[in-house]
C-alpha cells in the first residue's frame, strides 16, 4: 500500500471512530432520556395567597341559607333567639317576625334587628354570632379509597374532606394533588392549582389545611409506576447498538 492510500485509510478509520464516539453519545442520550421520560413530573406548589377568599370563616362572613345564628339582645334575656335561615333567606324573630338575613353580614344583621327592635326596646344592643354553618358539597376523586361528592360544614378543611373519602391509597401521589374551586372571584373561577398535600399528611404542617367552600373539587393523582419490562428494553437494545458500533 502506497503512502497516498495509507493517508486514504487513516482517513477513513478517524471518520469512522469519531462516527462511533458520536453514536455512542447519542445513545447516552437515549438512555438518559428515557429514564427522564419514565420520572414523574415535577410540579409548582401553590402558595396559600392564592387561595385567600377563603382563609376566614367568620371575617367578612356573608350569611346564607342553612345557617343557624344566636341573636342576643343586651339587657334583655327574653329576646334571645336561635334561628336557622330559611332556604328563602329569611329568619323569624321575636316581635318583628320575619326578617331577610341572607347575603348579609352577621354585624350588619344586628343593625338591622336592632333598628326594627327599636319600636319596641330602647336603645337595643344586638348581636348575631353563627352557631352553626351551612352545609356545603366538595368533590374528593383520585386515588382515595372512597372517591366520590361529600357534604361537609362550612368551614371544614381539606383534611376533613380525605377522611370521609377513607384517606388516601398506597399509589396516591399526594404532593401533587389538583385543586379546583368552582365559586370565588373569576380570576379563581375554574382555575386548577397544585397542592402538595404529603407536607400536611406526613409532617402535619397545618399552613396546607385549606379551608374548602362549595364545588370544590381536590384530586390526588396516582404516582406514575416505572415500567421495568420497557425500561430494560431499551436499555438493552441500546447497549446492544453500543457493542456493534463501537466494537466493544
Not at 393523582?221 to 446492544?240: C, F, H, N, Q
Amino acid at each position: 500500500m502506497n503512502v497516498q492510500s495509507k493517508i486514504n485509510q487513516n482517513r477513513i478509520n478517524q471518520k469512522s471512530r469519531g462516527m462511533k464516539r458520536r453514536t455512542a453519545k447519542l445513545l447516552d442520550f437515549l438512555l438518559i432520556l428515557s429514564f427522564l421520560l419514565m420520572s414523574p413530573v415535577a410540579s409548582a406548589e401553590v402558595s396559600n395567597a392564592q387561595i385567600s377568599n377563603q382563609e376566614a370563616p367568620v371575617a367578612n362572613y356573608v350569611i346564607s341559607p342553612g345557617d343557624t345564628l344566636e341573636i342576643t339582645v343586651w339587657g334583655y334575656d327574653e329576646l334571645t333567639a336561635v334561628a336557622k335561615v330559611r332556604p328563602d333567606g329569611g329568619i323569624s324573630y321575636p316581635l318583628i317576625g320575619s326578617v331577610a338575613a341572607a347575603g348579609l353580614s352577621p354585624q350588619r344583621l344586628a343593625d338591622v334587628i336592632s333598628g326594627k327592635l327599636s319600636d319596641y326596646v330602647r336603645n337595643p344592643r344586638t348581636m348575631v354570632t353563627v352557631k352553626d354553618y351551612h352545609m356545603i358539597v366538595v368533590e374528593v376523586l383520585g386515588a382515595v379509597r372512597q372517591p366520590g361528592a361529600y357534604t361537609v360544614h362550612y368551614g371544614a378543611r381539606i383534611t376533613e374532606g380525605l377522611a370521609l373519602a377513607g384517606g388516601t391509597t398506597a399509589e396516591a401521589d399526594s404532593s401533587h394533588a389538583r385543586f379546583t374551586r368552582k365559586t370565588g372571584g373569576a380570576a379563581q373561577e375554574g382555575q386548577i392549582q397544585t397542592l402538595d398535600l404529603q407536607k400536611l399528611l406526613a409532617r402535619g404542617e397545618t399552613g396546607h389545611d385549606l379551608l374548602l367552600a362549595e364545588g370544590d373539587r381536590l384530586y390526588i393523582p396516582y404516582r406514575k409506576m416505572i415500567d421495568w419490562g420497557k425500561l430494560l428494553t431499551i436499555v438493552s437494545v441500546a447497549e446492544i447498538l453500543r457493542r456493534l458500533l463501537t466494537g466493544w
